[in-house]
């Protein structure tokens, strides 16, 4: 059974930083794109950061300059730097991950439990 288990989240002031960190456990083959999602309360859930096996990366606008996405293939973890944090950050930040479980077989995407920030202003 693969599983994406999420940490790092918490409570900050506005202007200060978290890590965010997420491993994949289980038995499986690779994983191509990890990635964070966020969903705000009353708002659909939307990418924040991505990033591919080979290292490319996409950011949401909102959080370009300010965030930093990074992998440790050999770990199957995927971090997510975030400082200069703004209120409008808060939400529950979700950990996604597409991830092979056998050479031969298909990617299927994962989903961590979330872990939640709080930016206060």
């Known amino acids: 059974q693969v599983q994406l288990v999420e940490s790092g989240g918490g409570l900050v002031q506005a202007g200060g930083s978290l890590r965010l960190s997420c491993a994949a456990s289980?038995?499986?083959?690779?994983?191509?794109?990890m990635g964070w999602y966020r969903q705000a309360p009353g708002k659909q859930r939307e990418l924040v950061a991505r990033i591919r096996s080979a290292g490319s990366t996409n950011y949401a606008d909102s959080v370009k300059g300010r965030f930093t996405i990074s992998r440790d293939n050999a770990k199957g973890t995927v971090y997510l730097q975030m400082n200069s944090l703004k209120p409008e950050d808060t939400g529950v930040y979700y950990c996604n991950g597409e991830i092979r479980r056998v050479a031969s077989g298909p990617d299927y995407g994962y989903w961590g439990q979330g872990t939640q920030v709080t930016v206060s202003s």
């Open positions: 289980g038995r499986f083959f690779s994983i191509n794109v």
